[in-house]
């Protein structure tokens, strides 16, 4: 799971550098943005929430969390687009507009790159330093249910 959000956030660095050496066009550069946001966001977001329900003990299931997400996403894009659409930009300020958000991206995908490196190497710090007892089964609970 670590390492798709990883592969999403180097994706996500990975296009836009090539975009801003003009070396991908604007709709390869989409889609690939697409899919590393999707990747990075999807393989995190639902076991996430979901562990975070079960630590609490709280009855039900992440759907309405998920959806929380989404929603605020929602939200920030139609806002997006109604500035766009309806706000003071003219041509020279969405070529800022665009330098911004490439800068934006670029610093998202590295600290995504950065947490996920971190993560992935404390958990196999983590996992290593596990008790051997804890990883070897209990011959007692092997057993079978009958006494024959």
């Not at 390492?3 to 956030?9: I, Q, S, Y």
């Not at 999707?38 to 996430?48: D, H, K, M, R």
């Not at 665009?98 to 590295?110: E, K, Q």
């Not at 190497?121 to 057993?143: G, K, M, Q, V, W």
């Given at each position: 799971?670590?390492?798709?959000?990883?592969?999403?956030?180097?994706?996500?660095?990975?296009?836009?550098?090539?975009?801003?050496?003009?070396?991908?066009?604007?709709?390869?550069?989409?889609?690939?943005?697409?899919?590393?946001?999707?990747?990075?966001?999807?393989?995190?977001?639902?076991?996430?929430?979901?562990?975070?329900?079960?630590?609490?003990?709280?009855?039900?299931?992440c759907s309405f969390l998920i959806f929380l997400s989404d929603f605020f996403g929602y939200v920030v894009t139609i806002s997006?687009?109604?500035?766009?659409?309806?706000?003071?930009?003219?041509?020279?300020?969405?070529?800022?507009?665009?330098?911004?958000?490439?800068?934006?991206?670029?610093?998202?995908?590295?600290?995504?790159?950065?947490?996920?490196?971190?993560?992935?190497?404390?958990?196999?710090?983590?996992?290593?330093?596990?008790?051997?007892?804890?990883?070897?089964?209990?011959?007692?609970?092997?057993?079978?249910?009958?006494?024959?």
């Amino acid at each position: 799971m670590l390492f798709g959000v990883l592969f999403g956030g180097a994706t996500i660095f990975g296009s836009s550098v090539l975009f801003e050496l003009h070396c991908l066009g604007g709709i390869v550069w989409q889609l690939l943005l697409g899919v590393g946001i999707f990747v990075a966001y999807n393989l995190v977001g639902t076991p996430c929430y979901d562990r975070l329900l079960a630590v609490t003990e709280t009855e039900g299931t992440c759907s309405f969390l998920i959806f929380l997400s989404d929603f605020f996403g929602y939200v920030v894009t139609i806002s997006l687009l109604f500035y766009n659409n309806f706000g003071p930009v003219n041509d020279e300020d969405d070529r800022k507009v665009l330098h911004m958000y490439t800068w934006i991206l670029l610093g998202a995908s590295v600290t995504i790159i950065c947490v996920s490196a971190v993560m992935i190497y404390y958990f196999a710090l983590r996992l290593s330093l596990r008790p051997a007892e804890a990883t070897t089964p209990n011959p007692e609970e092997d057993a079978p249910l009958l006494d024959t």
